[in-house]
């Protein structure tokens, strides 16, 4: 079944099915992007973390200092 078949099959849907169909293609998309995007995120936000806490630290040093 090709993507004009897949369209003309989904048209004829009653609006609940459609939507149920949006809902599913809408899952996947997450799946997606949670399987290829989310694990960067992550290790970007873990690292961004890192260097905050760092910073922090140093702070503290030269504010115990004065």
């Known amino acids: 079944m090709d ?3 897949i369209k003309s099959a989904i ?3 009653p ?3 459609r939507r149920k169909v949006a809902l599913y ?3 996947l998309e997450k799946q997606l992007l ?3 995007v989310g694990p960067q995120i992550k ?3 873990e690292g961004v ?3 905050v806490q760092e910073a922090f630290e140093r702070l503290k040093k030269v ?3 004065g």
């Open 3 to 5: 993507l004009e078949e």
């Open 11 to 13: 048209a004829t849907l």
């Open 15 to 17: 609006v609940d099915q």
């Open 25 to 27: 293609i809408l899952e």
């Open 34 to 36: 949670q399987q290829t």
């Open 43 to 45: 290790e970007d936000i």
């Open 49 to 51: 973390s890192k260097l």
């Open 63 to 65: 504010v115990g200092k």
